[in-house]
């Protein structure tokens, strides 16, 4: 198996090392493929589904906190 094709597999490969919990890693894995309709399709954005997104940051922080503390294990 080589290195994940996309953003959305990179945070699944973490789900499956552990370094993320499933859950987590399947709420990542959406957040960076909104990311991509957000860069690649700005004018036909949907306001009202980036707001709902928007709502969901304690999902980054807890990326970044399960992140940290892998990388603190190591």
Do not use: C, K, W
């Not at 957040?31 to 309709?37: E, L, S």
């Not at 009202?48 to 892998?70: G, N």
């Amino acid at each position: 198996m080589g290195p994940p094709g996309t953003n959305a597999e990179t945070m699944r490969v973490l789900g499956r090392h552990g370094v993320l919990s499933s859950e987590l890693a399947e709420t990542m894995a959406a957040a960076v493929g909104y990311r991509n309709v957000l860069v690649h399709q700005y004018v036909d954005v949907d306001h009202s589904v980036t707001i709902a997104r928007l709502a969901e940051h304690d999902a980054l922080q807890h990326f970044a906190r399960s992140v940290a503390d892998f990388l603190a294990e190591q």
